[in-house]
């Protein structure tokens, strides 16, 4: 979603409002632009298409001299992509620049007053009422901040604001609500981005704005109100990840570098909270008594995130012996949800900041219940309003398309699981065992699927010139094939869907016919046999099929399809762990051929942060 920078300091802003939009380019834009405030007021360059584009029309923003401003990546919601859409928005008066993350709602209405105050529109944007409503009241008071307070109460919707104002050549306004926004301290100079990866290059120290806090940027600090317009002082965090970790070191694309880096990460999350055998988590606060009265269990998610709920279905029903609804976070929101007082809700989200998810949690919060959420973003909106968090510690994820942070979050929900179980008394000592022994083999196995990179990308090729791709599976492989499927259509662009295999019959199967690809999973063991007539039934229609199956069912596998890939051996509940490997190196390999822009997939961004 549309990216924010600002800087203010004794240097020129263009260059380095221009360096951290590329750092956030991974977020998925189809504008850019930038406003600097200099000698003779604040100068803009914007355009549609690729960072690159305005970069080579401002001669990497020579052509737009002065030490204050602000920058924008957009990712279109109101108006179609385009140079006018494109922000910062520049008010009637030429004095105020605004970029905006999110959707003022009421935009309309007060679009229409402002005509009728004689105010004109350049843009289709919601953004641009903001522009001209800060005008209007500005030229009523002479009062800036006066005039961002009453704009503030005149809005309603998401957002997160970056403001200048000619007339205040040292500052910047900077504001949210539901979207995110952090401001970053240097020596002499003051930053604000939508996320740190804009920032890491110049400081890591960074204060994350909450909800209705305003923010006041000059070179020599930075004045924070809160929604009273108080001002107030907040919590410094020390960003400590190295630089690398968000660059491609070496790598053709992000998205390579997050599938290889999985092993790494999933240790990482998982062996700290591993001692002696026995789970601990150190970061949740939830007492054994609370646990055990737990009364229900949600898990409520997007996209990927969801995905990884639906595999924790499976899991924790069978460790935990009761019933756990997992729900889309779009539709639980709007759903008047029976949840409250004694119902535990995981929330799983990589970013921390998707808009329906964070929705989701303050209902169900709103209701009573207690929100558990498992984030990789620290410091992220979502952490921060939940009870707990248990950080997945998977390290900036940039490609668009989920891997490690997939990983991660299946990872620590297994571990929550059988915590959650051995103290519910539900998870015999062999299970327990087991899996404890599974997860810590886990990063040397992922390993030896990577090691069979070049055989996934030959069959890969399997895939490459079809329309259609099917993906079948039983149990935890349909949980898994979910994941399959999407991360296929996401980045190369093919139409896939994930089909539970006992309802193809039920109607899907008319759509088989020859030579359409289905990629069939059979990992979970109990349901092989199952898994092979279904293989079967759409083989006699002439699919081509492509098996993911574990090592010792591989032969067996091998004899009815045209390919197979096979992942170790282990215990049923972190085959999935394992089998989502080859599928994104699968989607990948089938993106490269197809020569689709991997890591930034067309209309998709990385941080969904609008209805
Ligand atoms: O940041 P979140 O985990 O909350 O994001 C949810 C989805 O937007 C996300 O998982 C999306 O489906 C993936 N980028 C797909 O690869």
């Not at 290059?201 to 070179?219: K, N, P, Q």
């Not at 994104?584 to 997939?601: F, H, N, S, T, V």
């Amino acid at each position: 979603m549309c990216g924010i920078v600002g800087f203010v300091g004794k240097q020129d802003a263009a260059p380095i409002l221009l360096d951290g939009l590329r750092r956030l380019e991974y977020r998925g834009y189809d504008s850019a632009g930038i406003a600097v405030c200099g000698e003779e007021g604040i100068a803009i360059a914007k355009s549609r298409g690729r960072l690159q584009v305005l970069s080579d029309a401002t001669r990497g923003g020579a052509d737009l001299p002065g030490v204050m401003g602000i920058g924008h990546t957009r990712w279109a919601t109101h108006g179609e992509p385009n140079d006018i859409n494109a922000h910062p928005h520049l008010s009637r008066s030429g004095k105020i620049a605004v970029v905006h993350n999110g959707i003022i709602e009421n935009y309309m209405e007060l679009k229409i007053s402002l005509l009728e105050k004689g105010y004109t529109f350049r843009s289709e944007t919601d953004t641009e009422v903001v522009a001209q409503l800060l005008d209007y009241y500005y030229e009523g008071c002479g009062d800036f901040f006066e005039a961002l307070n009453c704009t503030l109460n005149a809005v309603d919707g998401a957002y997160a604001l970056g403001i200048i104002c000619a007339d205040y050549p040292d500052r910047i306004y900077a504001t949210r609500k539901d979207a995110p926004l952090l401001l970053g301290y240097g020596e002499g100079e003051n930053y604000l981005a939508s996320d740190v990866t804009a920032l890491i290059r110049y400081t890591r120290d960074i204060v994350y704005m909450d909800d209705g806090e305003v923010a006041v940027l000059s070179d020599k600090g930075i004045r924070l109100y809160d929604r009273m317009l108080r001002p107030m002082e907040k919590e410094h965090h020390h960003i400590d990840w190295e630089i690398d970790a968000a660059e491609k070191g070496g790598y053709a694309h992000f998205m390579l570098k997050e599938i290889m880096e999985q092993p790494r990460a999933v240790r990482e999350a998982t062996a700290a909270r591993i001692q002696d055998g026995r789970i601990v988590l150190s970061d949740l606060s939830m007492t054994p008594e609370q646990i055990r009265a737990i009364r229900k269990l949600y898990i409520v998610a997007c996209g990927s995130s969801y995905h990884v709920g639906m595999v924790g279905k499976y899991n924790l029903e069978r460790l935990l012996r009761r019933n756990v609804e997992v729900c889309l976070a779009s539709e639980f929101r709007y759903s008047d949800p029976i949840v409250g007082e004694g119902d535990l809700v995981i929330i799983i989200s990589q970013s921390g900041e998707t808009l329906d998810t964070m929705a989701a949690l303050r209902e169900a919060k709103k209701r009573g219940a207690r929100i558990l959420s498992i984030v990789n973003v620290v410091g992220s909106s979502i952490a921060r309003e939940s009870h707990d968090v248990l950080y997945t510690w998977a390290g900036p994820e940039i490609a668009v398309a989920t891997t490690k942070a997939y990983s991660t979050q299946m990872a620590v929900l297994n571990l929550l699981g059988l915590y959650f179980g051995d103290v519910m008394g539900t998870v015999d000592y062999e299970t327990y065992e087991n899996a404890v022994r599974g997860i810590l083999a886990l990063p040397e196995q992922m390993e030896t699927i990577l090691a069979k990179k070049d055989r996934i990308r030959e069959m890969a090729k399997l895939c490459v010139d079809h329309d259609d791709v099917f993906f079948i599976g039983r149990n935890l492989d349909y949980a898994l094939s979910l994941e399959g499927s999407l991360k296929l259509k996401e980045i190369s662009y093919i139409h896939s869907e994930a089909y539970a295999s006992g309802e193809l019959k039920h109607g899907t199967i008319s759509l088989i016919e020859d030579g359409t690809p289905v990629i069939a999973l059979g990992t979970y063991a109990p349901l092989f046999d199952k898994a092979m007539s279904n293989v079967v039934e759409v083989q006699a229609r002439g699919a081509k099929l492509i098996a993911l199956t574990t090592d010792s069912h591989a032969a067996a596998m091998a004899e009815r399809v045209d390919a197979v890939i096979s992942i170790p051996d282990t215990e049923a509940m972190l085959l999935p762990q394992l089998g989502v490997v080859p599928l994104q190196m699968l989607a990948y390999y089938i993106a490269l051929e197809r020569g689709c822009d991997i890591d930034k997939p067309r209309n998709l961004a990385k941080s969904v942060t609008v209805e």
